[in-house]
C-alpha cells in the first residue's frame, strides 16, 4: 500500500498557482505563504552549502594527508641517499688509502724481514 502511494506521488506532476486571499485552491494539497516558500529555498542554499563545504573540507584533509605521508617519504629518501653518498665517498678515500698501504706494508714487510736475515745472519757467521 505503501509503495502504491508513493509510486502515484513520485509519478504526479508538480501544480503550481498563486492564489489570492479568499479565493479557493483548484486543487488539493498544501498551501505555503511566501515567507514559508523563501525559507525552503533558503534552507535548501543552507544545506547545499554545508554540503559543499563538508567536502571541501574532506578533500583538504585528505590532501594535507597525502603530502605529508609524501613529504615523510621524500625525507626519508632523502635521508637515505645523503647517507648512501657519506657511505661512498668513505669507501672511495679507504681504497685510495689501500692503494698505497698495501704495496707500503708488503715493501716495509720484505724489506724488513731481509734486513732482520741479513742480520741474523751476520750474526751467526761473524759471532760464532
Same mark, same amino acid.
Given at each position: 500500500?505503501?509503495?502504491?502511494?508513493?509510486?502515484?506521488? *513520485?509519478?504526479?506532476?508538480? $501544480?503550481?498557482?498563486n492564489?489570492?486571499?479568499? $479565493?479557493?485552491?483548484?486543487? *488539493?494539497?498544501?498551501?505555503? #505563504?511566501?515567507?514559508?516558500?523563501?525559507?525552503?529555498i533558503?534552507?535548501?542554499?543552507?544545506s547545499?552549502?554545508?554540503?559543499?563545504?563538508?567536502? +571541501?573540507?574532506? &578533500?583538504e &584533509?585528505? /590532501?594535507?594527508?597525502?603530502?605529508?605521508?609524501? +613529504?615523510?617519504?621524500? *625525507?626519508?629518501?632523502?635521508?637515505?641517499?645523503?647517507?648512501l653518498?657519506? /657511505? #661512498? /665517498?668513505?669507501?672511495?678515500?679507504? /681504497?685510495?688509502?689501500?692503494?698505497?698501504?698495501?704495496?707500503? *706494508? &708488503?715493501?716495509?714487510?720484505?724489506?724488513?724481514?731481509?734486513?732482520?736475515?741479513?742480520?741474523?745472519?751476520?750474526? =751467526? =757467521?761473524?759471532?760464532?
Amino acid at each position: 500500500m505503501l509503495i502504491l502511494l508513493m509510486l502515484s506521488v *513520485a509519478t504526479a506532476e508538480p $501544480q503550481f498557482t498563486n492564489l489570492d486571499k479568499g $479565493q479557493k485552491a483548484p486543487f *488539493a494539497g498544501k498551501l505555503l #505563504n511566501d515567507e514559508a516558500i523563501a525559507e525552503i529555498i533558503a534552507k535548501k542554499h543552507l544545506s547545499e552549502a554545508m554540503c559543499k563545504a563538508m567536502i +571541501d573540507k574532506s &578533500v583538504e &584533509v585528505a /590532501e594535507a594527508k597525502v603530502t605529508y605521508g609524501c +613529504d615523510i617519504a621524500i *625525507a626519508e629518501h632523502e635521508m637515505l641517499i645523503r647517507n648512501l653518498k657519506t /657511505e #661512498n /665517498e668513505y669507501l672511495k678515500k679507504k /681504497e685510495k688509502r689501500s692503494k698505497w698501504t698495501v704495496p707500503v *706494508a &708488503v715493501t716495509v714487510g720484505v724489506g724488513g724481514g731481509f734486513i732482520l736475515g741479513v742480520g741474523s745472519l751476520s750474526y =751467526i =757467521i761473524l759471532g760464532m
